[in-house]
């Protein structure tokens, strides 16, 4: 049996048609009907999309920043570790260490990238090293300056090395009487 418009209209809405009439009130109930639900379903999933996209992002950006922040604080426990257990046989600047290990746990970006972490730790060696190598120039160049500093340094530098070379020469001076002495028991 093939069905006609007024057969699915009639089983639709429960209704069956006598008249003209009738069906055309039907049909504009219907068709009002349907357009109005089709308009609110667009509306509501407009706004549905809006608080779904809003609110997954929320979600997504609370969870990744909670996964992050768990997985940095392993991970720098586990680094933290590893610089101390180096640090135990080494002798090492307790500044530096403490300014090397604020700088990893204060950085930003991804804790996982060995490259990056290793390029980090690199420039802050360096940086430390720098610093240090340019405070010893700069506190030698203070000294050597100042007219006091620098007649205490050359006076101080001065008696050190006499000291040494008297102290050599005396050694050398006794080994020589010692082996003077020597040949002349042998010659007596």
Known sequence: KKLDFRDLLAESTGYTYGGDQQMSSEIHHTTTKLTNE??????????????????????????????????????????????????????????????????????????????DLSRFLDATVIDNLIYHYQDIKDSRSRTLDNYALRKFHLNSFMNMTMDLLLTELSASLIEDMKDLDEQERKVF
């Open 38 to 115: 089709t308009y609110n379903n667009a509306v509501h999933n407009d706004i549905y999309h809006d608080i779904e996209s809003e609110t997954i992002r929320e979600l997504s950006r609370d969870t990744a920043y909670d996964a992050q922040n768990t997985e940095k604080t392993y991970v720098s426990q586990v680094q933290l570790n590893a610089i101390e257990k180096n640090a135990q046989n080494k002798l090492l600047d307790t500044i530096f260490m403490d300014q090397l290990i604020a700088k990893y746990i204060r950085q930003k970006g991804s804790v996982v990238d060995v490259d």
